[in-house]
């Protein structure tokens, strides 16, 4: 995962109703290492100056880690994790607050930059994928004690912390064809989500939402029933894990694979896991019990499936070996997902209207898709070309297209797009391949017709179809399924070392670990 989401809210809903909530998990997908423990210096020498760390030119103050302290040993109290000795328990926080510094500075150098509507319009959706409405949401985030401006605040930070990761490490995850092919070898029963346009995706998001306001207003004295998912059954898991630096030598790999061992050993004893994880792991979880997720198996890493496929809810695995360190792995609960049952819902609740579910194809017969040929002319935007100036250039040019000049000869001279050279042509276009926008305009134009301009968040557009023809694309949905799939058990790693990469550039004065003192 990239950071904690903010409260149990999120697990609630996450197990209650859908796993592809689009910030939580974004919000769970990938994490960084926590740093290991080293002992504190005197107070004296410590915090003479009132600063717990330096990161780049971005100071951590104690009133600032304080203040996070809390908040942390809030929300581990509410989840019964036990906290860790107060030494131990601030370097983590501490650890936790340099991460985020280094995410949030990577994130304003990109220019990446998420606004209200973007918050809007993600806790709309986390309401609408758990069968409520956002004033619902909103009590139960405030019932929980948590304040809805922080709630929001939070959800932005996610949304960053989502585009970070496709940026810079989503994109760079390598999956070759020999990989595809045998994950298909394995996974001959793979589901593939339908391919829907943005028009149907459209018609599908108005129809649930015209469910929920009928409900609304016909006030149905109902109850949300408990329902069994179809889905695969999910793990919810926690890690301890001990971290072996890279180029250790056979000596401290021994020496690691003690101390996991003797972890191990507590844990048989009766020790508490959530309480050993926040102690003595080095996992970036290690505040949260060290609480990975829940997820289907096929979504774990390998290494992790392998262990926890035959581990009962509440059982432990022995001590595992990666590429990062010791693991040992405790399977907190596994099931099939089901709809919550509020503990206090009023006689007069509505029962939530469940979110439509997108159609999925299972190899039974062929998968037809219709395609567009399209192209487009692309003018973007920035200090220098408002709005109104891209609009205006492009209307010039659909003039000129309607008086008889070529849409690709004026593409090749104006398009700001790589497509320009080709005189803008796409090329054959599946739905979704575009963005909702784009697709929307195109999809109300016929063969030959040239649209409007349309906006994006690429600019202004002029599209002209083709054509359009309908095609068998199982085999290539296949791959492109099992392309997610792979991307989805490697991202976390990779994740990891993007972020070691950031830590390893940046300057980091961390006053309370020594070993993190004026490095870059």
Not at 115 to 124: F, H, I, L, P
Not at 297 to 316: E, N
Not at 424 to 444: I, R
């Amino acid at each position: 995962m990239m950071r904690h989401p903010a409260g149990m809210f999120f697990l609630a809903l996450v197990l209650g109703s859908s796993l592809a909530l689009p910030v939580a998990s974004a919000a769970q997908t990938g994490a960084a290492k926590a740093a290991k423990s080293s002992h504190a210096q005197p107070p004296a020498q410590q915090f003479v100056d009132g600063i717990a760390a330096i990161v780049n030119k971005q100071v951590i103050t104690l009133s600032q880690l304080a203040d996070k302290q809390v908040q942390v040993r809030q929300q581990m109290k509410a989840q019964n994790i036990p906290v860790p000795q107060e030494d131990v328990f601030k370097r983590q926080v501490l650890q936790q607050m340099i991460n985020a510094a280094l995410q949030d500075q990577e994130a304003a150098r990109v220019g990446i930059q998420v606004s209200d509507a973007q918050v809007q319009r993600a806790v709309q959706s986390i309401a609408q994928r758990n069968g409520i409405t956002v004033d619902q949401l909103k009590n139960e985030i405030v019932r929980s004690g948590m304040d809805w401006d922080q709630y929001q605040s939070e959800i932005r930070t996610q949304i960053q912390d989502d585009r970070l990761r496709q940026r810079f490490v989503e994109d760079r995850i390598s999956i070759s064809d020999s990989d595809i092919d045998a994950f298909l070898q394995t996974h001959q029963d793979l589901a593939v989500p339908v391919p829907l346009t943005a028009g149907q995706q459209q018609q599908i998001q108005q129809q649930h939402e015209a469910q929920i306001r009928q409900q609304q207003e016909q006030q149905v004295a109902a109850q949300r029933a408990a329902m069994a998912n179809a889905g695969p059954e999910l793990f919810e898991v926690a890690q301890i894990l001990i971290e072996v630096p890279d180029y250790a030598s056979n000596e401290v790999v021994a020496q690691k694979r003690k101390e996991a061992e003797a972890i191990l050993r507590k844990l048989k004893s009766g020790a508490d896991f959530a309480g050993l994880a926040a102690a003595s792991s080095n996992g970036p979880q290690a505040l949260e019990g060290g609480k990975m997720g829940i997820r289907p198996l096929k979504d774990w890493p390998d290494l992790f499936a392998r262990t926890i496929k035959d581990i009962p809810p509440g059982g432990v695995s022995g001590v595992i070996q990666s590429g990062r360190g010791f693991h040992i792995l405790k399977v907190l609960r596994r099931g099939y997902a089901q709809r919550p049952v509020p503990k206090k819902a009023p006689v007069q609740q509505p029962a939530p209207v469940p979110a439509p579910q997108p159609p999925v194809h299972t190899g039974a017969g062929p998968m037809m898709v219709t395609q567009t040929h399209a192209r487009h002319i692309l003018i973007k935007t920035d200090k220098v070309t408002s709005d109104e100036k891209a609009r205006a250039i492009l209307e010039g040019l659909r003039n000129r297209i309607e008086h008889g000049e070529s849409f690709a000869e004026l593409a090749k001279r104006y398009s700001q797009d790589a497509s320009a050279p080709k005189g803008g042509d796409l090329g054959w276009l599946n739905p979704g391949e575009t963005v909702p926008a784009f697709e929307l305009a195109m999809g109300h134009l016929k063969k030959g017709e040239v649209s409007e301009p349309v906006k994006t968040p690429f600019g202004w557009h002029l599209i002209q179809v083709e054509d359009r023809r309908s095609k068998n694309m199982e085999t290539e949905f296949r791959r492109i399924q099992a392309r997610r799939e792979l991307v989805q058990r490697r991202i976390g790693p990779a994740y990891e070392d993007w972020l070691d990469q950031l830590r390893s550039q940046a300057y980091i004065d961390n006053r309370l670990d020594h070993t993190q003192s004026g490095t870059r």
